[in-house]
C-alpha cells in the first residue's frame, strides 16, 4: 500500500499549535478592505480554530 500523501493547499494554509490544535487565516481579508471597518478588519485579521467537525478530516490530510 502506498504511502498517504499529505495535501499541499493545507499544509500551506492550516498551522499545527505546539498543543496539537489546528489554526487557519479567516477569509475575507485578501482585497477591498476600504469598505470594511477597522474593527471588522482587525477581527478578520486574528487567526481562529478550525472546526471540531472538520478537524478529523483536515488531520488527515495533513497526515497527521
Do not use: C, W, Y
Not at 496539537?20 to 481562529?48: I, V
Request: charged residues 35%; without cysteine; proline residues 3%.
Amino acid at each position: 500500500m502506498p504511502k498517504m500523501k499529505t495535501d499541499s493547499g493545507a499544509k500551506k494554509r492550516i498551522k499545527v499549535t505546539g498543543t496539537g490544535r489546528l489554526r487557519r487565516r479567516q477569509a475575507f481579508r485578501g482585497h477591498l478592505m476600504e469598505n470594511k471597518s477597522s474593527t471588522r478588519a482587525r477581527r478578520l485579521g486574528r487567526e481562529q480554530d478550525i472546526a471540531p467537525g472538520i478537524a478529523k478530516n483536515i488531520k488527515r490530510l495533513m497526515g497527521l
